[in-house]
Each structure stands twice: as C-alpha cells, then as structure tokens.
C-alpha cells in the first residue's frame, strides 16, 4: 500500500524557473493538502482540495498554484521560483469520513533549494 | 497569531523515563487533537488524537490529556525508548469546518537517551 507519493524528493531551482511538485494518493481520499514546513517552523498550509475539481487557498498560497482533476493527483506548481521558497514541502491527504477521518496522512516530503 | 504553541523546542529524557510534551491553544473553536511524530526526511506520522469531549486518551506507551479550561494538551510517553527520538507535532481542528484543515505547532524535539 503505497499512501501518500511525493516526487521528486529534492530539487534545487534557480531564481525565477518553474516546476511541479507531484502528489498522488492511492486511498481513495477525497481531501488533500500541501504543505511547507520551514527550520525551526510549523507546518504552513499552503492550498488544499476537497474533491476533484474543487481548490481553495490556504495559509501562504501566493506564488503557488494547484489543480486537482483527479481525487489521486494534487499537483503543486511553482511559478517564477524566488529564494523565500526554499522550504520542504508535504503533500498529504484523509478520508474525511468514517473512523480516522481526522487523520492526515503524509507523503515524505520533497525538499526545495531556490538559489 | 499563533493558535497552536509548543513553547518548548526540544525535551531531552533518559531512556526508560517518562517524556512529557506540552500544547497550548488559543482558539476556543478547536475540537479535535492530534499528535503527530516525524522522523528526519520522513514525513510526518500518525501518532494519538483526542476529541474535546473526553480529556484522556490511551494507546499503549502513549497517553495525551486535555485540559479544555486551561486549553492545554501534554502527551506522555512512558516508558520513553531511544526509537521515541523525533520532533513531535501537536495539532488542531476547527469545529464546524468541512474542510478538515488542521493548524499545527512548530513542534518539539524529543531526544531519549539510552
């Protein structure tokens, strides 16, 4: 049972490329999340879904934009990549019904270098 | 603002011992707690919740009270193993959202000592 996806696991970008920043959940989940988590930090929500189709902004969403045309993938996408975005970023999804469906379950992270 | 605080940044214990982590909250609308453990370039996992109803949950070595009136969680590890050696993130959700957001603390670092 494969859960919570994330790839690739690092990257380093330069000032002002792009990338996607892939999540795919084999769960059948219907609410995902993503994530960014800075030294020292908590845990910042960036932008969550709770269906296919369906987005809306969290905590630190500028610079950042997601789609979620499916329920398995939650694609993240960084446009004109600046420093500030150098984080480790989570992906992580839950079953919003039934027993556990508080309980988020996370991907392993990929970690971003923006030089 | 901080809704979510864990005012220690890290705990060290010895082995066998019995490990204490605090949470304190500010939002009177929090109705669900969890604990979650990560390990590094692990994501965070699963590790004990609690519902505003009750102030007591159990699973094994691990115990988390709630004490609404003071708006404090602790989680108690006992006995505390090397293994136990992770950050660990208390966090929270909203009552009446739909959404299942949760707000989490910047987490404490608990190392055990063999």
């Known amino acids: 049972n494969a859960g919570v996806t994330q790839t690739p696991k690092f990257r380093i970008l330069k000032i002002g490329q792009s990338m996607t920043l892939q999540c795919t959940q084999d769960?059948?989940?219907?609410?995902m999340y993503w994530y960014r988590q800075d030294p020292g930090m908590g845990l910042k929500l960036i932008y969550y879904?709770?269906?296919?189709?369906?987005?809306d902004k969290g905590e630190v969403p500028n610079g950042y934009n997601v789609s979620r045309s499916t329920t398995e993938d939650f694609p993240l996408r960084l446009e004109l990549a600046a420093p500030s975005q150098t984080s480790v970023y989570f992906c992580?999804?839950?079953?919003?019904?039934?027993?556990?469906?508080?309980?988020?379950?996370f991907g392993a992270g990929t970690r971003l270098s923006v030089l | 603002d901080q809704q979510v605080k864990q005012n220690s940044p890290s705990l060290s214990v010895q082995e066998g011992r019995i490990s204490i982590l605090n949470c304190d909250y500010t939002n009177s609308m929090f109705d669900y707690f969890l604990w979650y453990k990560k390990y590094p370039a692990e994501g965070p996992t699963f590790l004990i919740s609690i519902s505003s109803i009750k102030d007591k949950n159990e699973d094994g070595r691990f115990t988390v009270f709630l004490n609404k009136s003071a708006k404090h969680l602790s989680l108690h590890i006992v006995p505390s193993q090397p293994g136990d050696s992770a950050v660990y993130f208390c966090?929270?959700?909203?009552?009446?959202?739909?959404?299942?957001?949760?707000?989490f603390g910047k987490g404490t670092l608990l190392t055990v000592n063999p």
């Open positions: 966090a929270a959700r909203r009552s009446g959202g739909s959404n299942y957001k949760l707000t």
């Open positions: 769960m059948n989940h219907n609410y």
């Open positions: 879904s709770v269906g296919a189709g369906i987005t």
């Open positions: 992580a999804s839950i079953p919003g019904q039934g027993v556990g469906k508080n309980i988020q379950y």
